[in-house]
């Protein structure tokens, strides 16, 4: 029965991928996507320009590991657990 479990449970995504998703989840947040753009300086067209960029991408993760309240609320909203988060953007070199 465990391996059953274990089986049917989703592969760890790739950290980029966890980026990806949360730069969409904060981008679309009427809080967090607005203090991201003023804490990067960035605006929404240099933001999607560079939404790829493994720059951006730990960035948005390091902006995440400051606030454990939003990245709480992120994890779930993208069906992860905040380790996950705290992982990937080790991963990809966030500052945090």
Known sequence: ??????????PPAEPAVLALMVLAH???DDVMGPRFLDLT????ASLRA???QPETLA???GYLMANEHDLV???DAIGV???ALALAARKLGSDW
């Not at 029965?1 to 989703?10: C, G, I, K």
């Not at 300086?41 to 929404?44: A, N």
Request: cysteine-free.
């Open 1 to 10: 029965m465990f391996a059953v479990a274990l089986r049917d449970s989703p």
């Open 26 to 28: 904060v981008a679309g």
């Open 41 to 44: 300086g960035m605006d929404s």
């Open 50 to 52: 560079q939404a790829d």
């Open 59 to 61: 960035a948005v993760l």
């Open 73 to 75: 609320a992120t994890a």
């Open 81 to 83: 657990k905040p380790e």
